[in-house]
């Protein structure tokens, strides 16, 4: 990347030197775009000296693209800015050129980089969006005024989140947008060094929460490693000091374990008749800090890695072949991200080579076309309205409808789309949003009919229904993963593949208990939308059973010496409870249902009751937080006692006799049973069971569990007084 901005009266921010330069042109020196800036525009048989170099990396990408929009849009652009300075104290049109060279040594379009010399003309001058679509048309219009909403966007303020969903939703409607956004932050961060420390400090935190995950997701790596190293300098100037001293080290050493491998790999690849060119990659400031940290003294292939680049996917595994034959796999670290792409487009082979001495060297083998995607990503997508035959003359690809259609569009933008619309109100769209960018490891899944799911680490089955039905997994009613049925909580990894398994209901409902599973905000947003919709009755009288309203204070009755007596409690019976509180009547939870040994803590409530909670009881932590003081209790005497069990299993035959038959097995009576009628061929079966003791409990649950066809076995929610 170049263009970068530099201002010898100003001392600049430690922006970061690569760890290596790309071959081609040097950086430009926009001291002297400025001084051609002010020169006015040329004639108009020939490009203005100030964008001959944006004319020069775009024709490069693009050997046949019409370079007269370009010409028109820096003469506008010029003209509109003259007289404004940067803080910097260059030209202000320095900026919209630079943000255009990043831009098209990416390889972006001319329809982008008109857009992007225009993009500040209509926030910052008279310029007004109708006057750069009667000159532009209608395409560069709408990504001007998209870039223009992300300008008054303040990331870092709680009160803007629906001003940030609407930019969102600009940004989704073309890609082109976000892309003009990302390289003008680049530019912004490389010249930072005119601010003052403190705002320094904050736009770099907004960049490194918000921008650089955009950037990872959209797969425009070439901007987010450089915005990376860039926020690292500002917000770990001592780390960054380190790693760069890490770097200046290694290269004062005495041979190149990297460049001995490359040769070697080289020498394999020609003697296998495969033409490819290998080349050393050396890792960005971040990549290796990182690296650094993981595993402590960095030996020589720790400072980069070999890129692999060929012709034709099948290359790819020919190399990977070859490279495993004759040198020393690691075969652990191998991955292939090109039958399985992740999900911002990027496709490559991951492996590694060992050397005798014990080096390890990093490879990754991917096609030119691939690299080009790994590196510019969405930018490198060209224009995603344009038709292949260019047959269209407003540039625009439209359905039978009308609408924009964007073919080329990233899942992941696809899909925050739809949560946009689908989340109730803006602040849950926020929060989703900013939990989902903070996840930055995916894994793949895949499906029986052999398709794959997309999910972030730490997935459940719960996020796969969604992802695979959308709303339609409300009526999901349980899974197979690798073959076996587990229940939707269950943790997917990497490479599982699930079965989900739909009811015929078309009334099904999701469970309000789906929400600790769900990790996705497709499966959030879904399920607390359907519950904002349908209010559980169950779920206010549970309020009212743990303590009733919130804003209520409870009233508490004088005190005696007296425990609780057994008949107060609620399921455990011959389990006493012992609380320090004369006269109070003692009930257990229904939320948590606690049971010896479990370790328990009390709260009074209305009417003198003290209500007996397991510690990690979820109302534990909001009665807290609502300031009420917690009473101790304890296990008095315990022989054997009740506990009522729910298991959940599908519908088939003989379930009844085999859960039976597993609970005689353990040594536990039967006092009561209940199997409600199936629904969305699911069965809920409700044992009240008296237990020699209560560390039994754990094995008799484990031992139901283990019934084919039951997929979850829990303590009653809501127990009735069980007589002795």
Excluded at 380 to 385: R, S, T, V
Excluded at 546 to 554: L, N, R, S
Aim: aromatic share 4%.
């Amino acid at each position: 990347m170049s263009a970068e901005a530099t201002n010898p009266a100003v001392s600049p921010a430690p922006a970061p030197q690569p760890a290596h330069r790309r071959k081609g042109r040097p950086r430009i020196d926009l001291r002297r775009l400025g001084r051609a800036a002010l020169l006015g525009p040329t004639t108009r048989d020939r490009l203005p000296d100030a964008i001959s170099h944006v004319a020069e990396a775009h024709r490069a990408h693009h050997p046949d693209a019409d370079l007269e929009p370009l010409r028109r849009a820096y003469v506008l652009a010029e003209s509109s800015h003259r007289g404004q300075m940067r803080k910097s104290g260059e030209p202000y049109i320095t900026h919209p050129l630079a943000v255009t060279l990043i831009l098209a040594e990416l390889g972006a379009e001319t329809t982008t980089l008109t857009a992007s010399l225009l993009h500040d003309t209509v926030e910052d001058t008279d310029v007004t969006l109708d006057q750069v679509r009667e000159e532009f048309g209608e395409e560069v219009c709408f990504i001007v005024d998209g870039v223009t909403k992300l300008e008054k966007v303040d990331y870092g303020a709680a009160a803007e989140p629906e001003t940030f969903r609407k930019m969102l939703v600009a940004t989704g409607n073309d890609v082109r947008v976000m892309s003009i956004k990302l390289a003008d932050r680049l530019h912004n961060m490389r010249t930072l060094g005119v601010m003052r420390p403190e705002k320094q400090e904050r736009i770099a935190k907004v960049t490194r929460d918000v921008l650089i995950p955009l950037a990872e997701r959209l797969g425009v790596q070439a901007l987010k490693t450089e915005l990376e190293d860039l926020v690292f300098a500002i917000l770990h100037p001592e780390e960054y000091a380190h790693t760069r001293d890490l770097i200046a080290d290694n290269a004062a050493q005495d041979g190149d374990p990297l460049a001995e491998i490359a040769d070697e790999v080289r020498g394999v690849l020609r003697e296998a008749g495969i033409q490819a060119e290998v080349l050393i990659r050396p890792r960005h400031f971040v990549s290796l800090h990182r690296v650094s940290r993981k595993r402590g003294r960095l030996r020589g292939t720790d400072f980069g890695r070999i890129l692999v680049l060929v012709g034709e996917d099948a290359d790819c595994y020919a190399v990977l072949g070859e490279l495993h034959t004759c040198l020393t796999p690691v075969v652990s670290e191998f991955k292939d991200f090109i039958a399985v792409p992740k999900f911002n487009l990027y496709q490559s082979l991951h492996t590694a080579v060992a050397r005798g001495d014990g080096q390890v060297a990093e490879v990754l083998i991917r096609t030119h076309r691939m690299h080009k995607a790994a590196e510019a990503g969405v930018v490198a997508l060209g224009n995603p309205y344009a038709t292949p035959a260019e047959e269209q003359t407003d540039g625009r690809r439209t359905d039978a409808e009308g609408e924009r259609i964007d073919p080329t569009r990233p899942g992941w933008l696809s899909r925050l789309l739809d949560w946009q619309e689908a989340a109730p109100d803006a602040d849950m769209f926020w929060s989703t949003l900013r939990e989902d960018l903070a996840q930055d490891r995916e894994i793949t899944v895949f499906r029986p009919d052999g398709g794959t799911l997309g999910l972030p680490e730490g997935a459940s089955c719960v996020d796969a229904a969604y992802a695979q039905y959308g709303e339609d997994a409300h009526a999901c009613i349980g899974a197979r993963v690798n073959g076996r049925l587990a229940t939707l909580s269950t943790v997917l990894k990497d490479g599982d593949t699930v079965q989900l398994l739909m009811g015929q209901d078309p009334a099904s409902e999701p469970s309000r208990e789906w929400l600790e599973h769900a990790h996705t905000p497709a499966a959030r947003i879904a399920i607390q939308r359907w519950l904002a919709t349908h209010p559980s009755p169950a779920a206010d009288a549970q309020d009212e059973r743990d303590g009733g309203p919130k804003d209520e204070t409870p009233t508490l009755r004088p005190a005696l010496d007296e425990p609780a007596a057994a008949s107060d409690t609620v399921g455990a019976v011959g389990a006493v409870v012992v609380v320090d509180r004369p006269e109070a009547t003692v009930r257990l939870a229904g939320c948590c249902t606690p049971v010896p040994p479990d370790e328990v803590t009390g709260f009074a409530v209305r009417g003198g009751v003290v209500t007996v909670h397991r510690v990690e009881c979820a109302a534990v932590t909001r009665m807290k937080g609502l300031g009420r003081p917690e009473i101790d209790v304890r296990w008095g005497d315990t022989t054997e006692f009740r506990v009522t069990l729910v298991a959940e299993s599908f519908q088939r035959p003989h379930l009844l006799a085999d859960l039976t038959e597993a609970i005689a097995l353990e040594g536990v009576d039967i006092v009561t049973a209940t199997v409600e009628p199936p629904t969305q061929q699911r069965v809920r079966h409700t044992y009240t069971l008296q237990l020699p003791d209560a560390a039994h409990l754990p094995a008799l649950m484990r031992a139901m569990r283990n019934v084919p066809g039951v997929y979850d076995v829990g303590r009653a929610q809501h127990q009735t007084v069980a007589a002795h």
